[in-house]
């Protein structure tokens, strides 16, 4: 099994900015796809951000996109969320997750596809 630990979560005001960090015991991680999801309260889960295994492509939910940043480093074993402009709708809990086999595009922010999941990190945006 993979294991994940999400951290870097925290209490920010509207327009600021955070990083998440998933740190995963993934072997060859390149291999793998990656990708962020959150749940609000009384929401269901949504995908955020993925980016695919092998070089692959990156793709962002509209309501991100142009502020958030999904990154990875394989040599580290550990994924990235950059969060710019955060907005009180972006307020959650985020996880991060990782999926081996093949993914097409429209299946990319899709949480059935994924395999192994991080604990969650919660993220509040409120003056």
């Known amino acids: 099994d993979v294991q994940l630990q999400a951290s870097g979560g925290g209490l920010v005001q509207p327009g600021g900015s955070l990083r998440l960090s998933c740190a995963t015991s993934?072997?060859?991680?390149?291999?793998?796809?990656i990708a962020w999801f959150r749940q609000a309260p009384g929401k269901e889960r949504e995908g955020v951000a993925c980016?695919?295994?092998?070089?692959?492509?990156?793709w962002y939910a509209d309501a991100v996109k142009g502020r958030f940043a999904i990154s990875r480093d394989n040599a580290k074993n550990t994924m990235y969320l950059q969060m710019n402009n955060l907005k009180p709708d972006d307020t959650a809990a985020y996880y991060c997750?990782?999926?081996?086999?093949?993914?097409?595009?429209?299946?990319?922010?899709?949480?059935?596809?994924?395999?192994?999941w991080g604990q969650g990190t919660l993220v509040t945006v409120s003056s």
């Open positions: 993934a072997f060859a991680f390149n291999d793998y796809n």
């Open positions: 997750a990782t999926a081996f086999n093949y993914l097409i595009l429209s299946r990319c922010l899709d949480p059935v596809a994924y395999d192994y």
């Open positions: 980016f695919r295994r092998r070089g692959g492509n990156t």
